[in-house]
Structures are given as structure tokens and as C-alpha cells.
Nanobody, 127 residues
């Protein structure tokens, strides 16, 4: 079992920045992949960014490339999402997710590949 707890979501003005954090425990499970997803009001959940720890690759959705950065800190068992130049359309509940055995390395994260999920943290961007 892997538990994920997100934090860092809040209300911010368009153009601003936020950093989301996700504590992954126990990290001794050595997840194959860690990812961020989001679900905006009235929208389906979509993959934002993920790190494939086996292939050491990072993939981002086109909508956030150049604005968002995903990173991890093994020592602190944390996954981060740095979000800059935020737009109103970034408003969503953001979820951290983990896959223990495999995930793709060629595109944004796919929900079906991730078994473990956090409860989410709300990001609201006002224009």
C-alpha cells in the first residue's frame, strides 16, 4: 500500500505561482512512477505531469509545458509540482498518484496506469 497526501493548493491571481507538494509513504515501496493529475469543474480528470523513475523521464501535458515543473525529493519522500504563470483554466483539484510497477514514458500520465491516489488539493486561479 502507498499513501499520498497533497498540500499547497490555494487561491491565487492569474500570472501567479504555486508549488504543490505530495508526501509519498512508505517510499520504501519504490514507486515506478509518480504523477500529478487535475480535474477542473465540469471536466474529466486529466494527466498534468509525471516522472517515470525507472527510465528517468519526465512528461508534461502540452497545456502546461513551459509553465509547470515536476520534481521529486527522495530524501523527503516528496513529489512537487511548481506552477508558474497560472491561468484561470488551471483551476482544478490537483491529485498526486503513484504506480508501483510501470507507466508509459512517451506522453502525459494516463489514469489507468496509476493505482494509488491522494485526496487532492484545490487550486483556484482568478483572472
Amino acid at each position: 500500500q502507498v499513501q499520498l497526501v497533497e498540500s499547497g493548493g490555494e487561491s491565487v491571481q492569474a500570472g501567479g505561482s504555486l508549488r504543490l507538494s505530495c508526501v509519498v509513504s512508505p517510499y520504501t515501496q519504490h514507486p515506478a512512477c509518480l504523477a500529478w493529475f487535475r480535474q477542473g469543474p465540469g471536466k474529466e480528470r486529466e494527466g498534468v505531469a509525471h516522472i517515470n523513475l525507472r527510465t528517468e523521464t519526465i512528461r508534461l501535458a502540452d497545456s502546461v509545458k513551459g509553465r509547470f515543473t515536476i520534481s521529486q525529493d527522495n530524501a523527503k519522500n516528496r513529489l512537487y509540482l511548481q506552477m508558474d504563470s497560472l491561468k484561470a483554466e488551471d483551476t482544478a483539484m490537483y491529485y498526486c498518484a503513484a504506480a508501483l510497477t510501470w507507466c508509459n514514458s512517451y506522453g502525459p500520465p494516463i489514469m489507468a496506469e496509476f493505482r494509488y491516489w491522494g485526496q487532492g488539493t484545490q487550486v483556484t486561479v482568478s483572472s
